[in-house]
């Protein structure tokens, strides 16, 4: 067990949107957690996407990492396999690989807390374990 911090999509997004409407909230998990958050390039890659529109999205994401707020997780050989049986245990709900490949972070780190936005998805996914992740911002 650690006290160190998964962080998802969302709250990245939101922290780099000042008209976010998660802006705030977000931002004040920001100086709650010890840092570096821990995600991953799947993480990365979807933020980069939803702020690739505005001035200075990407380099401000990739700030994030530089500055040591975030640090990128590189999956091992084991993830791919992994990541293919989340995605069918969970085709229900439509997970998506960035989600996949958290949890495979979470099981493989035993990380126990997630930033996320989507409570939802994340209350209900589970380790191959059966051992679910404290949801922040809570």
């Known amino acids: 067990m650690t006290d160190r911090v998964l962080v998802d999509t969302g709250p990245i997004v939101a922290i780099l949107s000042s008209d976010d ?31 690739r529109k505005e001035s200075g999205g990407v380099q401000r994401l ?3 990492v530089d500055k040591g707020v975030i640090e990128v997780v590189e999956l091992d050989a084991k993830a791919p396999a992994w990541v293919v049986k989340f995605l069918e245990r969970y ?12 949890m495979y972070l979470a099981e493989q780190r035993g990380l126990e807390r997630i930033l996320t936005l989507d409570r939802r998805d994340f209350s209900v996914y589970r380790t191959t374990g059966g051992k679910g992740l404290h949801v922040l911002p809570e």
């Open 21 to 51: 409407p998660h802006h705030a909230v977000c931002s004040s998990e920001l100086r709650k957690h010890k840092q570096p958050w821990i995600t991953c390039w799947p993480v990365l890659t979807e933020a980069a996407w939803l702020v």
């Open 62 to 64: 990739f700030e994030l």
């Open 91 to 102: 085709a229900s709900l439509k997970a998506q690989v960035a989600d996949a490949a958290l």
